[in-house]
């Protein structure tokens, strides 16, 4: 059992740190993510293995493949990725945490089937500890990236105003845009859409009245993102 709990505490590390990377890229597949999914597929290649070994000795006829369980890890992670091109109609993407929950908990019950009973016990705590409490301590503990949260600005601009001021007025606001699409309007107006990311105490209200007190900014609608 300590050996299992060896590998399980492992494979967290690598989905910890995998995770954060993707978190300060603000990339979709992020530290909760990254962990269950880590955690899982370890749960499952210990599975494997060890039901290979046990159930290889009730009969000498009986032969498995202690890697085959293991090798499906790859076809399940084929829905995530589909996840990742999934978006809805405001272009964001979510859903990856609850999916990856599911795989990990058909995880779960494999390994409960098969009668590792201690070991699943063990994944489901730890997956549990990385969606829960985790996160909360690397926002108090990790990089700052880590304490901010995505936002979506989306901007009427009129037709005399410089686009490159109106986004150096916004980064002093410090606010960090990630991503920025520009789009003429029929009335000669402009349209900006900005992917951003602003302190997670910052009042959204507040991010609004200070944008739209940039001149030459028209209207301002704000999204925060989950």
């Known amino acids: 059992m300590s050996v299992v709990l060896v590998k399980l505490g492992i494979s967290a590390f690598f989905g910890l740190i995998i995770g954060i990377e993707r978190e300060l890229k603000n990339k979709p597949v992020g530290l909760k993510t990254s962990l269950v999914i880590s955690i899982s597929s370890c749960l499952l290649t210990i599975v494997s293995i060890e039901s290979a070994e046990q159930y290889s000795t009730v009969s000498g006829q009986t032969v498995m493949d202690p890697m085959r369980l293991a090798a499906q890890i790859v076809s399940g992670i084929g ?16 859903g990856l945490t609850t999916a990856a929950m599911i795989w990990g908990a058909s995880g779960l019950g494999i390994a409960a089937g098969a009668g590792f ?20 301590i690397m926002k108090w503990i990790g990089p700052k990236a880590l304490r901010q949260i995505d936002v979506k600005l989306k901007l009427i601009v009129e037709p005399e ?3 490159s001021d109106v986004m150096k007025q916004i980064n002093e606001l410090n606010v960090r845009i990630v991503n920025v699409r520009i789009k003429d309007l029929e009335n000669d107006n402009r ?3 900005m992917a951003a990311s602003i302190y997670e105490k910052r009042y959204t209200t507040d991010l609004y009245d200070d944008v739209k007190k940039i001149k030459g900014i028209r209207s301002v609608e704000i999204e925060t993102l989950d």
């Not at 829905?79 to 979510?94: K, P, Y």
């Not at 201690?118 to 996160?135: C, D, F, M, N, R």
Request: aromatic share 4%.
């Open 79 to 94: 829905f995530l990725g589909a996840g990742v091109i999934l978006r809805r109609s405001n272009d964001v993407i979510s």
């Open 117 to 136: 009973y201690k070991e699943a016990a063990a994944g489901a705590l730890l997956i549990l500890i990385s969606v829960e409490l985790i996160p909360l």
């Open 161 to 163: 105003t410089n686009m």
């Open 191 to 193: 349209k900006m859409e």
